[in-house]
């Protein structure tokens, strides 16, 4: 199937309701939805309105009605009509956001490049999200990255009394360490394969 243009990301809220997101021509991000399962037939995909002046680069629905893309320029747009009409919110900042994913139709998470890391609490509305670590952006380094035994966590300066927390993709935490100095070793052994915030 070839409906023009490329797409990052796909997510299926059901069986047979689901989006695609990515972009066609210079600098335009489409939308694309489907509400029968997505045959190969061009005409079962559609796109939706209110479609961004950049590429979009990951979709997520944490329910049937509520809906988040990112994409290039810091682009985040919020849909509460299952697609019917987006709108675009405010990322602070202008970096290429890479994934969205909500842990409820309240908590989420926005990262991208740069070290770019935005958090919502409140469902975003047109505010999506706040920049948590800008101040620490190019001070701190986590590596390696992906790893499966231990991480390495650097900082530009000694750090005293500080807990480095590691949260799964739903929010929980599941390791805590004390970190002392400006360079700490962290077991992560026992984390399953899979994403995590630190």
Known sequence: MNLGGFYNSVYFVNRDTGYVAGGILSNHGVIMKTVNGGPTLVYSWYPLSNQPNAYLNSIFFPDENIGYAAGDYGSVLKTMDAGTTWSLGLSMTNNSLQAVHFTDVNTGFVVGVNG?????????GINVGKKEVSAYT?????YPNPSENFIIIEYAEVLHKVQLVILDMHGREVLRQRIYGSKTC?????????????
């Open 116 to 124: 770019t890391i935005l958090k919502t609490t409140n469902g975003g």
């Open 138 to 142: 190019n001070r701190l380094k986590i």
């Open 186 to 198: 962290m077991d992560i052994k026992s984390l399953r394969k899979g994403l995590y915030f630190v």
